[in-house]
């Protein structure tokens, strides 16, 4: 069983940064792909950005694109999500996510199979 906490969510303005970080425990880290999600109000949770297990590969949606960079550092156990020139429309509960099977569609979140509480992160225009 893999347990995740993500921290580092909160209040900025347009253009500003956050950096997410998520924390894993209970499990061989590198045994699991990593994927960030969002959800925002009366939306559905999207996809934003995932790592390999060795963090050698990355994929990110069209919307965050040159702004987010993911990464990991499977020593420490986690993963990061740097957030530069952040909009109004990046408001959302952030996710972690971990992924053990190498099948499966690293973009869609019915392929993961832990999940962390979520952090808030709120962009101001």
């Known amino acids: 069983q893999v347990q995740l906490v993500e921290s580092g969510g909160g209040l900025v303005q347009a253009g500003g940064s956050l950096r997410l970080s998520c924390a894993a425990s209970g499990g061989t880290f590198s045994n699991y792909a990593m994927g960030w999600f969002r959800q925002a109000p009366g939306k559905e949770r999207e996809f934003v950005a995932t790592i390999s297990r060795s963090g050698i590969s990355t994929s990110y949606a069209d919307s965050v694109k040159g702004r987010f960079t993911i990464s990991r550092d499977n020593a420490k156990n986690t993963v990061i999500l740097q957030m530069n020139s952040l909009k109004p429309e990046d408001t959302a509960v952030y996710y972690c996510?971990?992924?053990?099977?190498?099948?499966?569609?690293?973009?869609?979140?019915?392929?993961?199979?832990?999940w962390g509480q979520g952090t808030q992160v709120t962009v101001s225009s």
């Open positions: 996510a971990a992924k053990s099977q190498w099948i499966g569609a690293a973009m869609s979140s019915r392929n993961y199979d832990y």
